[in-house]
């Protein structure tokens, strides 16, 4: 009797667990999510880890096949266990937030940790959150960065913007302004509202980076335009004093008037004296 290799079943899994992917993004085929996740179930059946997890994902949401709690989380489990480090933070996410299991932090915590250890900056950040906070385990802030760190340097936005308020505020590690800047800056780059804010305070103030009203305006308006309400009142002062921009009292009340219809004190307290 003929015994096919392991390998050759390997391979097999492979090919249907790509061509499942393939069908998913509707990339080089027509997109087709139940074609999707029947190629994926082939690969699951051969025990192909990113199969399981993929087909974990279609039955939590419901796409191309029919919604099943359990299943998604039967596959999600395989998957975690055969080592897939995208399972394992979903499955420590799923126990830390009590999300279709019962909550349980340690449970959730031993997931993360062992998707951080294989490198998955997800949950790199996540138990950097969780040892800030302290949220079942003692809080730890050289833990914390210690995590942050290892998440920033895969380029993780919000692990950069985290390791420029530590750096900023000298909380988990020494002070130091220079390097808040520099991870202002990563997060910045890369679309982070609070690190565009914090950059345009540090260009503005000239304390941590060379000062520059230009530069100021141009990164309160980068998260001015992502809604963020404090860098909304700050680009209203620029407006209404004439720095980094030109002078112009109406943008100035525009935008005074945005962030106080959002709960801005300040914008609420300079509306009044532009009344006046």
């Given at each position: 009797m003929?015994?096919?290799?392991?390998q050759?079943k390997?391979e097999?899994?492979a090919a249907?667990?790509?061509?499942?992917n393939?069908y998913?993004q509707?990339k080089?085929v027509?997109q087709?999510s139940?074609k999707?996740v029947?190629?994926?179930?082939?690969?699951?059946?051969?025990?192909?880890?990113?199969?399981?997890?993929?087909?974990?994902?279609?039955?939590?949401?419901?796409?191309?096949?029919?919604?099943n709690?359990?299943?998604?989380?039967?596959?999600?489990?395989?998957a975690a266990?055969q080592g897939?480090a995208?399972?394992?933070y979903?499955?420590g996410?799923?126990y830390?937030q009590g999300?279709?299991?019962s909550?349980?932090?340690?449970?959730?915590?031993?997931?993360w940790q062992?998707?951080?250890?294989q490198?998955n900056?997800?949950?790199?950040?996540a138990l950097g959150?969780?040892y800030?906070?302290?949220?079942?385990?003692?809080q730890?802030?050289?833990?914390?960065?210690?995590?942050?760190?290892k998440?920033?340097?895969?380029?993780?936005?919000?692990?950069?913007?985290?390791?420029?308020?530590?750096?900023?505020?000298?909380?988990?590690?020494?002070?130091?302004?220079?390097?808040a800047?520099?991870w202002?800056?990563k997060?910045?780059?890369?679309g982070?509202?609070?690190?565009?804010?914090?950059?345009?305070?540090a260009?503005?103030?000239?304390?941590?980076?060379?000062?520059?009203?230009a530069?100021?305006?141009?990164?309160?308006?980068?998260?001015?335009?992502?809604?963020?309400?404090?860098?909304?009142?700050?680009?209203?002062?620029?407006?209404?004093?004439?720095?980094g921009?030109a002078?112009?009292?109406?943008?100035?009340r525009?935008?005074f008037?945005?962030?106080?219809?959002?709960?801005?004190?300040?914008?609420?307290?300079?509306?009044?004296k532009?009344?006046?």
């Open positions: 003929f015994v096919e290799p392991v050759a390997s097999e899994a249907q667990y790509v061509l499942g393939a998913y509707g080089d027509p087709d139940e999707a029947f190629w994926w179930q082939k690969a699951a059946d051969q025990g192909y880890p990113a199969a399981e997890y993929n087909l974990s994902i279609a039955y939590l949401k419901g796409k191309g096949i029919t919604q709690q359990k299943l998604s989380q039967f596959w999600l489990q395989r266990n897939n995208a399972a394992q979903a499955l996410s799923a830390y999300k279709g299991v909550q349980d932090y340690e449970k959730g915590l031993f997931w062992k998707a951080a250890d490198g900056a997800d949950a790199q950040y959150v969780a800030h906070d302290g949220g079942g385990v003692s730890d802030s050289e833990k914390a960065v210690f995590w942050w760190q998440a920033a340097d895969q380029g993780y936005v919000a692990a950069e913007s985290v390791l420029g308020v530590l750096y900023a505020r000298g909380e988990g590690v020494s002070q130091d302004r220079a390097k800047v520099f202002y800056q997060a910045a780059d890369q982070n509202a609070v690190a565009q804010y914090a950059l345009g305070n260009y503005n103030q000239g304390k941590d980076a060379p000062q520059d009203d530069k100021a305006v141009f990164w309160w308006q980068k998260a001015a335009n992502q809604g963020y309400v404090a860098a909304g009142y700050n680009l209203g002062v620029a407006y209404l004093k004439g720095q921009v002078q112009d009292k109406g943008i100035a525009s935008l008037q945005q962030a106080a219809d959002k709960g801005n004190a300040k914008a609420k307290e300079a509306l009044q532009l009344s006046y």
